[in-house]
């Protein structure tokens, strides 16, 4: 899924202001340079003037800062080192840290989006991409549980 309509989804699902998305990606790394604009460029169509790609750097700041600012930090672990590749996988493994779904929450998210996986398709989703059980995750999938969670966040039918 482009990163984009992933950052634009999330911020739907939450309702985060453009300065709320800003801070929440420099929990990740006070260091990292994002502005406002950036933000409002990133969440533009592709066919709007100004629309600028939302890189995996970014995208990848983002979900490591919503899982701090969801569930906090924990200062007796080492930060730890920021994806270089942003996956669908990933995006669905710092959304499940992030919110503390089990396995049942992401079940009923998918049923209620109206794609419903079995448990050994979704467990398969959250392996190590050279485990023989792996599946990478497709953009529906992504896209069908950024809704379902959606729904379930924001009470949206």
Not at 76 to 89: A, D, F, G, I, Q
Not at 126 to 132: A, L, S
């Amino acid at each position: 899924m482009i990163n984009n309509d992933t950052l634009r989804a999330i911020r739907y699902m939450l309702d985060l202001s453009d300065a709320k998305v800003v801070d929440i990606t420099h929990l990740a790394d006070a260091a990292f340079s994002l502005g406002k604009e950036d933000v409002q460029a990133f969440l533009k169509k592709d066919e709007e003037p100004g629309y600028v790609e939302c890189s995996n750097a970014v995208l990848a700041h983002f979900l490591d800062g919503l899982v701090i600012h969801r569930r906090g930090r924990d200062e007796s672990l080492p930060p730890r080192p920021v994806e270089k590749r942003v996956t669908n996988n990933v995006v669905l493994k710092k959304l499940r840290v992030a919110f503390e779904l089990k396995d049942v929450d992401m079940h009923e998210i998918l049923a209620n989006a109206g794609f419903p996986v079995s448990k050994p398709e979704l467990s398969a989703l959250f392996r190590q991409p050279g485990h023989k059980n792996f599946r990478l995750c497709g953009d529906q999938l992504l896209r069908n549980f950024l809704k379902g969670l959606t729904m379930r966040l924001r009470g949206d039918s």
